[in-house]
């Protein structure tokens, strides 16, 4: 059955190595029909959460602030899966992707016991070294926070400039990650 897919992209950078890995992933996906949505956040105008759980009132705008989430969360609400994709900036993933990810807590705040909807989970990470212990561990403990399950994990080292990507063998392992959902 068709999953549809999210992709959340934390990098700063349009076409850097994170991009490759989201484009490799992507084709994957699509081969095997799911479709998939990509949001690049840094050029999106995403603000921070309040905390003021002043969300889940509308659900057609879970959050109090109006601004690039409001593109997000109906394709985030419909996602069968969602990839948390970003550059390791010290030892966890962006903050582009963080900013966006907390504010997501919105959609739970429409449910009154707060359950985040459950959802499947791919991380796709580049990074420039290639000690991914600290990120792997956060992004476990959020699969079991949020009660999500994790699809898979391709984390990219070595690849610190633009194009340093290119013939890598985890762009396979991307392709095929994407076509295994």
């Known amino acids: ?5 999210v992709v959340l992209n934390g990098s700063p950078r349009r076409n850097g190595n994170t991009s490759c890995l989201i484009e490799a992933f992507t084709e994957g996906a699509e081969s095997t029909g799911n479709t998939v949505q990509v949001f690049f956040l840094q050029g999106m105008d995403i603000h921070g959460c309040r905390g003021c759980f002043g969300g889940g009132k509308d659900p057609e705008h879970p959050c109090v602030q109006r601004d690039g989430m409001d593109e997000i969360y109906p ?13 390791l900036y010290y ?11 907390d504010r997501l807590f919105a959609v739970a705040e429409c449910d009154p016991d707060y359950a985040n909807p459950r959802k499947e989970c791919v991380l796709l990470m580049a990074a420039e070294g290639d000690d991914f212990a ?3 561990n956060y992004y476990d403990k959020l ?9 898979g994990k391709v984390l990219c080292g070595g690849v610190l400039k633009v194009g340093d990507i290119e013939g890598h063998g985890d762009l396979d392992e991307a392709r095929n990650l994407g076509a295994s959902i």
């Open 91 to 101: 030892w966890n993933l962006s903050g582009q992707l963080r900013t966006a990810f």
């Open 1 to 5: 059955m068709a999953k549809r897919i």
């Open 134 to 136: 600290e990120v792997e």
């Open 75 to 87: 394709a985030y609400k419909e996602a069968d899966v969602v990839v948390l994709a970003s550059p």
């Open 143 to 151: 699969m079991g926070h949020m009660g999500w399950t994790d699809r």
